[in-house]
Antibody, heavy 122, light 108 residues
Framework: EVQLVQSGAEVKKPGESLRISCKGS????????IAWVRQMPGKGLEWMGI????????KYSPSFQGQVTISADKSTNTTFLQWTRLKPSDNAMFYC???????????????WGRGTLVTVSS | SYVLTQPPSVSVAAGKTASITCGGD??????VHWYQQKAGQAPVVIIY???ARPAGIPERISGSNSGSTATLTISRVEAGDEADYYC???????????FGEGTKLTVL
């Protein structure tokens, strides 16, 4: 089955570090870009950035540049989203999503993980 | 940066037609994609390349794109269509993927 499986919900304190994961299976993982998308409580979808697991080429939204780190381990078909110091404003659901193959002007997200809920509270 | 504008909410009676718009500067020159997100679930693509439907998406869901507005149309609306809907494009000038603000569809 083609799927993206995300790690489980996390509860952290402000200032703590965190890394969540997204594992792809059922397809050629290194051939597809994987994006991370934030959804704050009751709010819309925000594209955070994207990585190409074959060579870890990464692009960030200016809103998230320097706030998070996106990485990948192609040996385990896994991408990661990492924070060094969490803030209460990082409370959100985080989705990983696969970008389809094709010319750049036709890119969209054809496969989504179920999301990882991150709760940051003292 | 490129901005996509959607109405916050649309209400429609069951059996009628719902239209959800997505406005952007010359959006007709871009490829628009639409996602449906039901409560407590991950988003799912329901329209890609302006008007193409993935396997399993019914024909009563359609899309169009011209000028400064893209439109998602849902005919014969059902209670199960109640969800949030998001448009999305790739902005070539910034190489960023952009989502609209989302529209909550309520079925009366």
């Amino acid at each position: 089955e083609v799927q993206l499986v995300q790690s489980g919900a996390e509860v952290k304190k402000p200032g703590e570090s965190l890394r969540i994961s997204c594992k792809g299976s059922g397809y050629s993982f290194t051939n597809y870009w994987i994006a991370w998308v934030r959804q704050m409580p009751g709010k819309g979808l925000e594209w955070m950035g994207i990585i190409f697991p074959a060579d870890s080429d990464t692009k960030y939204s200016p809103s998230f540049q320097g706030q998070v780190t996106i990485s990948a381990d192609k040996s385990t078909n896994t991408t990661f989203l990492q924070w060094t110091r969490l803030k209460p404003s990082d409370n959100a659901m985080f989705y990983c999503a696969r970008q389809n193959l094709g010319p750049h002007y036709l890119w969209y997200f054809d496969l989504w993980g179920r999301g990882t809920l991150v709760t940051v509270s003292s | 940066s490129y901005v996509l504008t959607q109405p916050p909410s649309v209400s429609v009676a069951a059996g009628k037609t719902a239209s959800i718009t997505c406005g952007g500067d010359n959006i007709g020159g871009k490829s628009v994609h639409w996602y449906q997100q039901k409560a407590g679930q991950a988003p799912v693509v329901i329209i890609y390349y302006d008007s193409a439907r993935p396997a399993g998406i019914p024909e009563r869901i359609s899309g169009s794109n011209s000028g400064s507005t893209a439109t998602l149309t849902i005919s014969r609306v059902e209670a199960g269509d109640e969800a949030d809907y998001y448009c999305q494009v790739w902005d070539y000038s910034s190489d960023l993927r952009v989502f609209g603000e989302g529209t909550k569809l309520t079925v009366l």
